[in-house]
């Protein structure tokens, strides 16, 4: 909501394997399907309509195709939104 006290807090961990990233707010909470409902949503229309392409939205659902797993939960010290990426093991 562009709320100067609102606190974002970024956090990545490699653990060899994985990425984990880590973003907290303490915003509103997000509404409990939120991410099912972006999914499901996010490119549903007429990309030959040009003038009814929705300008926004689709946030959550890119991170979606681009992560292995993306998760939300409300905690004491605000909200999270976890992703996961596995890495790709090159042979050497």
Do not use: C, W
Request: overall charge positive; charged content about 30%; hydrophobic content about 35%.
């Amino acid at each position: 909501g562009r709320d100067p006290e609102h606190e974002v807090a970024v956090t990545i961990r490699d653990d060899g394997g994985q990425i984990h990233i880590t973003v907290r707010d303490t915003g509103a909470p997000m509404v409990a399907d939120m991410l099912e409902h972006q999914k499901l949503k996010a490119y549903k229309f007429d990309p030959a309509d040009i003038a009814r392409i929705p300008t926004s939205g689709r946030g959550l659902a890119i991170i979606q195709s681009y992560m292995d797993r993306v998760a939300y939960k409300k905690m004491a010290d605000g909200n999270h939104l976890v992703m996961v990426k596995r890495k790709l093991r090159t042979k050497e």
